[in-house]
């Protein structure tokens, strides 16, 4: 069956840099678009990044473009993202996903309705 574990989210003040890693299994990971989403409590799911099967494609929601990078190694079946400038407004549970749905795809979805694999999401937390 498809999993997906993140890792390396923790607690930074504002400024700060964390980088997060979701590693994939049961899945011929390099088919398939990966994309990062966030929620906070109380709050709807959000975007946040995502990357094509290659990698040649990234999309970035306007609250974290110029300041989080999504990339993905295909050999390791993983895919980060690296925060820099982080603010208290980041503060979420980050979650990982996949779309199995298409394969191959040069465009990515950048709404949760297309993928159907998440993991089980990492803690971030920015103070002030």
């Known amino acids: 069956q498809v999993q997906l574990v993140e890792s390396g989210g923790g607690l930074v003040q504002a400024g700060g840099s964390l980088s997060l890693s979701c590693t994939a299994s049961?899945?011929?990971?390099?088919?398939?678009?990966m994309g990062w989403f966030r929620q906070v409590p109380g709050k709807e799911r959000e975007f946040v990044a995502a990357i094509n099967w290659n990698g040649g494609r990234t999309y970035y929601s306007d609250s974290v473009k110029g300041r989080f990078t999504i990339s993905r190694d295909n050999a390791k079946n993983t895919v980060y993202l690296q925060m820099n400038s982080l603010k208290p407004e980041d503060t979420a549970v980050y979650y990982c996903a996949t779309n199995t749905r298409t394969y191959l795809a040069t465009t990515v979805p950048t709404t949760e309705g297309p993928y159907d694999y998440w993991g089980q999401g990492t803690q971030v937390t920015v103070s002030s």
């Open positions: 049961g899945l011929t990971f390099s088919f398939y678009a």
